[in-house]
């Protein structure tokens, strides 16, 4: 019984030391523990304030600079004459056309085509073609005639709106429903943003 009780009192140092050592660790594991969720609390302020930049952002549309042009669907711009069965169609596939939101062209590599633009002196436009001539930041905006694209347009430089990327598609029934939706005067719903 001696040597059990001497191992025993031996023993409670050992166990005392043991016990310093786990509430230290402890201790220290939750200051640990409070400090990361300090840090935690202070990376989520900062994301949050950095998704309200980004909302913020995402919210404002992109402007980029473009030198805008004017074409027809006639022989001087698209070689094709009517009577051509392909004549008035654009590269897309829907009709050109000058309208609450219109038919525009431009690099698909730049602006995609089902790109929806705010386009200053112009109106709404919607990439629906190419063009050869029609490289980088260039854009052709559809008039009905000749005398429109000199009359009304020429040449300009101008900042757009990019409103909408396009995904490289776009469609006639989109196209009439957008028109439909549009208002002379008034703002794209925002179905037709998100679409």
């Known amino acids: 019984m001696v040597t059990s009780f001497f191992y025993w009192i031996k023993g409670i140092p050992l166990l005392l030391y043991m016990a310093i050592i786990a509430i230290a660790m402890n201790t220290s594991a939750t200051s640990v523990?409070?400090?990361t969720e300090?840090?935690?609390?202070?990376?989520?302020?900062?994301?949050?304030?950095?998704?309200?930049?980004?909302?913020?952002?995402?919210?404002?549309?992109?402007?980029?600079?473009?030198?805008?042009?004017?074409?027809?669907?006639?022989?001087e711009s698209t070689g094709k004459r009517?009577?051509?069965?392909?004549?008035?169609?654009?590269?897309?596939?829907?009709?050109?056309?000058?309208?609450?939101?219109?038919?525009?062209?431009?690099?698909?590599?730049?602006?995609?085509?089902?790109?929806?633009?705010?386009?200053?002196?112009?109106?709404?436009?919607?990439?629906?073609?190419?063009?050869?001539?029609?490289?980088?930041?260039?854009?052709?905006?559809?008039?009905e005639t000749i005398k429109e694209v000199y009359e009304q347009w020429g040449k300009r430089t101008v900042d757009v709106q990019v409103l909408r990327r396009g995904s490289g598609k776009l469609s006639q029934s989109w196209l009439n429903q957008i028109n439909q939706a549009v208002e002379a005067g008034k703002p794209i719903p925002q179905t037709y943003l998100e679409s």
Do not use: C, W
């Not at 919210?59 to 805008?68: G, I, L, S």
């Not at 995609?112 to 980088?136: F, N, Q, R, S």
């Open 82 to 143: 009517p009577g051509h069965p392909q004549y008035g169609i654009t590269y897309s596939g829907v009709k050109v056309r000058r309208d609450q939101v219109s038919t525009i062209a431009a690099d698909p590599k730049f602006l995609p085509i089902g790109t929806l633009l705010y386009i200053p002196g112009y109106g709404y436009g919607v990439v629906a073609d190419t063009g050869a001539a029609i490289k980088g930041n260039k854009i052709d905006l559809y008039f």
């Open 38 to 75: 300090v840090a935690a609390r202070h990376m989520s302020v900062e994301q949050s304030a950095r998704a309200q930049a980004y909302t913020k952002q995402k919210d404002e549309p992109d402007t980029v600079k473009v030198v805008a042009t004017g074409y027809t669907a006639g022989v």
């Open 33 to 35: 523990s409070a400090e």
